[in-house]
């Protein structure tokens, strides 16, 4: 019983803190809820039943010494799922809930998501002001127009953290400022992202100022970067200034 | 909350390892009230005499019959278990467990809307869904009788009928005494805090074998990085083994798996995305670990051999014929 009411306590109590949109989409935040307030209800009500009755599990059949073994296999896994569950809200008590960081952001395959590898709505994108323009805009446009060189010098404003360059990067001296997006839980988070040119126009480098994982605003232009016969399209920012981080950290 | 300054992969670990059990509890949760209210309204005479005698059509229905109980594959285990108890047979409830998650309407419908311009993929999933849960029922019905398929707990339980039996006399009749004959009745066993208590002791049973398949998930994700994966695309064969291994590995949900599958569409061909939606919701990490609540290793073991064998010939095909 305490570990049905414990874990209806967790996700209720992930809701009151804004804490669940870290590891499931916004689309199951309803049915989460409901079934922990029922986790929490069935388990309350199941307590005069389990403080009456503490034969409730024994067969009680006529005893047999065939029910011996279920018993004591019975007993052992009650040990070790009890430990189990101990482990498990440590975890959650000891560990502050935290999004996944850049780490795993630099080691999934970038840009792929069904948020922007399907095509349907590039075209009314690529009639506005670019300054609107989010980041899984900007990342369908790099997946679905042929001719990247049209954005040369169109000013960008995006939001998200930087994360260390993955294979797809021009320049391993680079970094990633993105977000990841979830269809279903983080388990299948993909990451989101632009590159920024690490060097300043003095010489310097962003990354002297930021770090990975800080979340960030970034202002700035496109510059054409060739890599083979392929023209890929790298941020030269004029500002990235720090922000706090988002009650909801992934792209909608 | 204390404060740990973990290194960032296995921060994510855990995140991932939580995101798995916060997704899925809640489809549990819903899984062992289904399969109560199952035990509570249906009596188990009328599903057995639902099935057709032939074994092909028993076994093809029994897939069939998630149309009539939509669960995520993480809720399907307990109604699973109450057919069992309700008087099918371990095949019959194989073929069910099997279907149940991809021939529902959530599934088909956002199937359908993920994808649309790829009917081969659409048709592919739901008859393939069919097939892969009806043959191997039928195969499992043809298993030596003497093999041992159930947990001795949950064998034990068949054998001395339904939990609620409040006295010995009770279990030796013929009626199925977990089924109420009023919609009053209903509501007093709903609000009693024996039904609660029951729900709680499934729902703790099904939770211990959901929380080992969601970390041995997570940590897979950390150590077998997807690239790794991905770097197997290049022969048709093995782009299909890529996609099963991600289904497996990344344990998502059959309700929206259409759409991480749909992220793939430029890199995958339509038969290595089609073995990606055929296996996940059959078999993946934490189903294998929440079935060992009702079933014995082995016969977990031969359906996963069963269903993986049965998906890389139906790809095959797929890919055989020009797709």
Redesign the interface.
């Known amino acids: 019983?305490l570990?049905?009411f414990g874990?209806g306590s967790?996700?209720v109590i992930?809701f009151l803190v804004n804490k669940?949109s870290?590891?499931?989409?916004p689309s199951?935040f309803g049915?989460?809820l409901?079934?922990?307030i029922?986790?929490i209800?069935?388990?309350l009500?199941?307590?005069?039943?389990?403080s009456h009755d503490g034969n409730?599990?024994e067969?009680?059949?006529?005893a047999g010494h065939e029910?011996e073994?279920?018993k004591k296999?019975?007993q052992a896994?009650t040990l070790a799922?009890t430990s189990?569950?101990i482990i498990?809200f440590l975890?959650?008590?000891?560990?502050?809930?935290?999004?996944?960081?850049?780490?795993?952001a630099s080691?999934?395959?970038l840009n792929?998501?069904?948020l922007v590898?399907?095509g349907a709505d590039v075209n009314p994108l690529l009639q506005r002001d670019t300054k609107t323009l989010k980041l899984s805009d900007w990342v369908k446009i790099f997946?679905f127009t042929p001719d990247l060189a049209s954005y040369v010098g169109k000013p960008v404003i995006i939001t998200g953290f930087i994360f260390p360059s993955p294979?797809a990067a021009t320049d391993k001296n680079n970094f990633f400022v993105g977000k990841f997006v979830i269809?279903?839980?983080?388990?299948?988070a993909?990451p989101l992202g632009i590159e920024i040119k690490n060097t300043k126009s003095d010489s310097t480098s962003w990354l002297a100022e930021f770090k990975y994982?800080d979340w960030v605003k970034v202002e700035g232009v496109w510059e054409l970067v060739n890599v083979g016969t392929e023209h890929k399209l790298v941020l030269v920012a004029s500002n990235i200034s720090a922000i706090s981080r988002p009650e909801n950290p992934y792209e909608q | 909350?204390?404060?740990?300054n973990?290194d960032?992969?296995i921060?994510?670990t855990?995140?991932?390892?939580?995101?798995?059990?916060?997704?899925a509890?809640?489809f549990v949760?819903?899984g062992v009230?289904v399969s109560r209210l199952l035990g509570m309204l249906v009596k188990g005479e009328w599903l057995v005499r639902a099935l057709p005698k032939s074994p092909l059509l028993a076994h093809a229905v029994a897939a069939l019959l998630g149309l009539a109980f939509p669960v995520c594959e993480c809720g399907n285990v307990p109604v699973t278990r109450r057919l069992l108890i309700k008087g099918f047979s371990v095949s019959q409830a194989i073929s069910f467990y099997l279907g149940a998650p991809i021939l529902n309407f959530v599934v088909i419908i956002s199937t359908i809307s993920?994808f649309g311009n790829f009917p081969i993929i659409i048709a592919g999933r739901i008859l393939g869904g069919l097939f892969i849960a009806t043959v191997v029922g039928l195969l499992i019905n043809y298993l030596p009788r003497g093999w041992k398929l159930l947990r001795?707990?949950v064998a034990?339980e068949l054998e001395?009928g339904p939990q609620d039996c409040a006295d010995?006399d009770c279990?030796e009749c013929e009626h199925d005494h977990e089924h109420v004959n009023s919609a009053r009745e209903l509501l007093q066993k709903l609000?009693?805090?024996?039904f609660?208590?029951g729900?709680?002791?499934e729902?703790?049973s099904m939770?211990?074998y959901l929380?080992?398949g969601a970390a041995i998930?997570?940590v897979t994700?950390l150590w077998l990085?997807?690239?790794f994966v991905?770097a197997l695309s290049s022969n048709p064969l093995l782009a299909t083994v890529a996609m099963m291994t991600l289904a497996l590995i990344?344990?998502?949900?059959s309700t929206?798996?259409a759409?991480?599958a749909?992220?793939?569409?430029?890199?995958f061909s339509p038969a290595a995305l089609l073995g990606f939606l055929l296996y996940g919701p059959m078999i993946d990490i934490k189903a294998i670990a929440m079935l060992h609540s009702v079933f014995k290793p082995r016969l977990v073991w031969l359906l996963v051999l069963l269903v993986t064998g049965l998906t890389l010939i139906i790809t095959s095909l797929i890919t055989a014929l020009g797709f």
């Open positions: 019983m570990i049905s874990l967790y996700l992930l669940i870290y590891y499931i989409s199951y049915f989460n409901v079934m922990g029922l986790l209800a069935f388990s009500n199941s307590f005069r039943h389990f409730h599990h067969d009680d059949h006529g029910h073994g279920i296999i019975s896994s799922s189990v569950y498990l975890s959650i008590i000891l560990i502050p809930a935290r999004p996944l960081s850049s780490a795993t080691s999934r395959s792929i998501a069904a590898t399907t997946n294979e269809t279903c839980c983080a388990v299948d993909a994982d | 909350m204390i404060l740990f973990l960032p992969r921060s994510d855990i995140t991932i390892f939580l995101a798995i059990v916060i997704e509890a809640p949760l819903l009230l993920a001795a707990d034990a001395s010995e279990c609000r009693s805090s024996k609660a208590a729900v709680v002791q729902f703790n939770t211990k929380l080992v998930a997570a994700q990085p997807r690239e991905f990344i344990s998502v949900c929206v798996d759409f991480v749909l992220a793939y569409v430029g890199r």
